[in-house]
């Protein structure tokens, strides 16, 4: 079972920053897919930003150059930077997880981002 560490929601004002980190439990070698996902209040969980595998980022349309998707192949880990925040950007944060075997998916349990003044 592959487990998921997330860490660094919260709430910040508009026009803020904050930086979420997810950890996975297994190697990066058995990694296809690793990102993060959204969902607001009354939306469809949405995808924010992954990196696949050969190393090539994908960015929802809403938060090209205002978040940088980054990771440690070493420690299996992606962080997510996010500035220039606006209060359409709060919602619960998603680690996802795609593994090579079978394409199996895994989520992590959430983190709230609020931004409001």
């Known amino acids: 079972q592959v487990q998921l560490a997330e860490s660094g929601g919260g709430l910040v004002q508009p026009g803020g920053s904050l930086r979420l980190s997810c950890g996975a439990s297994i190697s990066i070698l058995s990694i296809a897919v690793m990102g993060w996902y959204r969902q607001a209040p009354g939306k469809q969980r949405e995808l924010v930003a992954e990196i696949t595998s050969d190393g090539h980022t994908n960015y929802a349309d809403s938060v090209k150059g205002r978040f940088t998707l980054s990771s440690d192949n070493a420690k299996a880990t992606v962080w997510l930077q996010m500035n220039s925040l606006t209060p359409e950007d709060t919602a619960v944060y998603y680690c996802?997880?795609?593994?090579?075997?079978?394409?199996?998916?895994?989520w992590g349990q959430g983190t709230q981002v609020t931004v409001s003044s």
């Open positions: 996802h997880l795609k593994h090579r075997r079978f394409g199996v998916e895994y």
